[in-house]
Each structure stands twice: as structure tokens, then as C-alpha cells.
């Protein structure tokens, strides 16, 4: 059975629903409070748990939180759902917080205060975290950047060296890490449209989503500044998705329409885990992104990151209707 690792953040979110964001200096009463569990590489593991069948692909996470009721949280939950949480550590001192403010809109602003998550350092990345006797422990490994930087960096080229495909989802973007020689080590590079636009160094103004050929040559751009030949996935929000396999296809992937939106927040890991659960699981990327696009569509409808992910049956009630 394969085997995806996510290594990443674990966060407790604070979540301020609210009209608006107040202006600096200024106090106004928000619509609502709520804690979720969270952290893009909790939300992504669970999310890989959640889309994709327990008998065909096997998940752990690979994390830290603090000594605090947060932290007992943030890992029982993942644990339940049945991620293997062996090597999700408790370290002295915080865990991860971020406080996250959501416009009715859906729209959200989050700050996040890295606690445990900020303490691993390259030498904790040691060759049998992913491998023993020389043997690769999982197939994939699912990356963002809410580790410190150099972390990452070692994670990749470790994983890289142990013939581990690599699912790199650079959020938040952090554009220094973005050289030729790290993206060629990445089979998989999963961004949305403000992490493309960072990418290519260019500013999107105003996207014409109903271009579809402007949009893929704006993805395929990838390929060409980084000589890049994994592939690229871009999503657009509700307005669809772009994938680009080196060498082979370029095509644009219409959306499924969301009934309401309510929190976007969680959504895009929502997209990434149903995504690399179903290529784990053998199905191919245009396959892979239906079920990503879905999981997306059903999280902007519910409130929070990991409580808003959608189970595997719900997801795939939307592929089969195909709307
Ligand atoms: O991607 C959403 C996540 O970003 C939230 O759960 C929050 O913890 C931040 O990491």
C-alpha cells in the first residue's frame, strides 16, 4: 500500500468571524468566535486521511506541538481520524496558534505564531525519518512552509535523495526558497494564484478567468523559469483549476460551483489532500484534481480548517454528479 508522509505545521486556530476587519486603532463587535484544529500540515494530513479509503493508502504526519491542552488537541484529533501520529512530538513550551479573521465574504487574513512548530532545526532531519536500511519509509512526502525555512530545505533534499516523490505546496510563500535547484527536486508543486504570480515574478491585476489558454500559459511558465519537470498545480479558487505535466498536457479544469461560501479557510488543503491522496491511491492528475476541486468546493461551505475537510463520500457524490 503507498504511503504519504506530511511533514508540517500542527496550529490551534483562533477564528474571529466578523463584518469587516477593523482599521488600525479602532474596535468594532465581530459576528462570532470559534477554535478549530488546524495547521496547513495538520489540515493537509487529515485531509489526505478523510478523501482518500484507509485500505489503499496508508498516512502519517510528522510534527510538533507544545505541552498545552492545544497540543494534546491538535494531535488526538489527527490520531482519531486514523492518521499515524507516531512521530508527532511533544516539545516544551507552545504549540502553534494562529488567529485567523474571516470576512463575510468568506475571505480570510491569518497570522500564525510558529510555538512548537518553530522549533525543529535541520539537524532533527535525519535520514531515518524517512528511511531505513536504505529503504524509502513512505512514497510521498507532502511539504509547506509553515517549518522554519531551512527545515524544509533539508526535508526536501533528503527526501529527494532517498527517491521519495516530493508534493510541495509553498505556503506561506516565502520567494528566497524559490531557486531551479530546490523546484527540480519536487515532483508535485501545488500553488494558488497568488503563489504562481510570486513564481514567475509577475503581478496578476485582474485575471480573466474565462481565458483558459491565458491561464495555462501563465502556469506553464513553471516549466520554463525553473526548468521544472515535475508538475504544476495551480488552483484559481472557484474559478477552476490549471494543471501542467512537463512534456506531456496543459489543461484547464473547470470548478465545481459551491452552494455558499462561507469560510475559505482550509479549503486549499482540502483541495491538496484530496489531490495526492487519489494520486497515491493510482488515479491519474486530471482524475486527481476532480477530487481535489471537490473536496475544495465542499470546505468553502463549513466553517474552520480541519473541521470544515469533507469525508470521501461526500466528495465523490460531487465527482459522480460532475457539478
Ligand atoms: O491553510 C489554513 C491554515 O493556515 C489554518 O488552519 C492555519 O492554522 C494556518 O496554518
Known sequence: MPHVTVFGSLNYDLVVSTPRVPQGGETIHCDSFATHCGGKGANQALAIR??????????????????DAFGQQLKSGLEKAG???????????????AVILVERSGENRILVSAGAN???EPKDVKLDLFRVNGQALTDYLVLQNELPLPVVL???????????????????????????ELISKISYL???????????????????????????????????KYDFKGTVVTTFG????????????????????????IDTTGAGDSFLGAFV??????????????????????????????DSIPMLYEAQVLVESGH
Open 238 to 261: 472557484g474559478h477552476g483549476t490549471v494543471y501542467s505535466i512537463y512534456g506531456a498536457e496543459s489543461v484547464f479544469v473547470k470548478p465545481f460551483k459551491a452552494k455558499q461560501v
Open 50 to 67: 478523510r478523501l482518500s479509503p484507509p485500505t489503499s493508502v496508508g498516512v502519517r504526519m510528522v510534527g510538533r506541538v507544545g505541552e
Open 83 to 97: 492518521t499515524n501520529v507516531s512521530l508527532v512530538e511533544t516539545v516544551p513550551g507552545e504549540s502553534g496558534v
Open 277 to 306: 491522496g487519489a494520486v497515491a491511491d493510482g488515479k491519474s492528475v486530471p482524475e486527481a484534481i476532480k477530487w481535489g476541486a471537490a473536496a475544495g468546493c465542499l470546505a468553502v461551505g463549513r466553517q474552520g480548517a480541519a
Open 154 to 180: 533539508r526535508a526536501i533534499d533528503v527526501a529527494y535523495d532517498s527517491g521519495i516523490k516530493i508534493v510541495y505546496n509553498p505556503s506561506p510563500m516565502e520567494q528566497s526558497l524559490l531557486t531551479p
Open 118 to 120: 518553530g522549533t525543529y
Open 190 to 224: 501545488v500553488v494558488n494564484e497568488s503563489e504562481l504570480a510570486a513564481l514567475i515574478q509577475e503581478d496578476f491585476d485582474i485575471l480573466d478567468f474565462s481565458n483558459y489558454d491565458a491561464l495555462i500559459e501563465l502556469v506553464k511558465k513553471v516549466h520554463t
